[in-house]
């Protein structure tokens, strides 16, 4: 009830192209769902976020795409840069939690 | 400048020693948390507290001790009882654990014990 499966695991995409990644959860409490990047080394810093009360939200090259009857959300990354090579997580949240739950995390590398 | 100091950012131990992790925020964040990174894997809860001299254990607390004696700090002691303690540990806050969403990250602290 707990667990956010995040696929893939790794993935490879040419430079330009469309980088998606996939999240799943079962609480239909969460109200909150973040992505966060991080680079080597480096701690994770939040890329975008949505809430279920819509179905898209877009920043810049990151969309967010939420399914709530599937209880699935997905990042995708337009025209992807080798500086997007990174880890990424996916996480669900609700209001009165004191924790977020995170996804396994998906190692991207941008070909150039 | 806000935000989460984590230091070092590499520490080295020999096995059997205590080591003790420092995480510092001056964003006036009630929430504070702990988590540990193996290479390649995900991130995982080993303690977090919601307001100062209160903590709870998270997934991974066996080795493990905190204490929250001011808000701003949230130290983690890595003790000889884990028995494997060479990982990134990562401290992270939030404003409160109920109400509010955002939760931040420091820079990392890289453990190698030998």
């Known amino acids: 009830q707990q667990q956010v499966k995040q696929s893939p695991q790794s993935l490879i995409v040419q430079k330009g192209g469309i980088s998606i990644i996939n999240c799943a959860y079962e609480?239909?409490?969460?109200?909150?769902f973040p992505w966060y990047q991080q680079f080597p080394g480096k701690g994770p810093a939040l890329l975008i976020a949505?809430?279920?009360?819509?179905s898209e939200k877009k920043e810049g090259r990151f969309t967010i795409s939420f399914n709530k009857s599937a209880k699935q959300f997905s990042l995708h990354i337009m025209d992807s840069q080798p500086g997007d090579s990174a880890t990424y997580f996916c996480?669900?949240?609700?209001?009165?939690?004191?924790?977020?739950?995170f996804g396994s995390g998906t190692r991207l590398s941008i070909r150039p | 400048d806000g935000g989460i100091t984590q230091s070092p950012k590499y520490l080295f131990r020999k096995e059997g020693q205590n080591v003790t992790l420092s995480c510092e925020q001056n964003?006036?964040?009630?929430?504070m948390y702990w988590y540990r990174q193996d290479p390649g894997q995900g991130l995982r809860l080993i303690y977090y507290?919601?307001?100062?001299?209160?903590?709870q254990k998270g997934d991974i607390a066996e080795g493990y001790s905190v204490s929250r004696e001011k808000k701003e700090s949230f130290p983690l002691t890595v003790t000889s009882a884990q028995k494997n303690p060479t990982a990134f540990y990562l401290c992270?806050?939030?404003?409160?654990?109920?109400?509010?969403?955002?939760?931040?990250f420091g820079p990392g602290t890289r453990l190698t014990v030998t």
């Open positions: 992270a806050s939030r404003p409160s654990a109920g109400g509010s969403y955002e939760q931040y």
């Open positions: 609480n239909t409490a969460f109200d909150y």
């Open positions: 949505i809430r279920p009360d819509v």
């Open positions: 996480a669900a949240l609700y209001s009165s939690a004191s924790k977020i739950i």
């Open positions: 964003l006036n964040h009630d929430a």
């Open positions: 507290s919601q307001i100062v001299n209160d903590f």
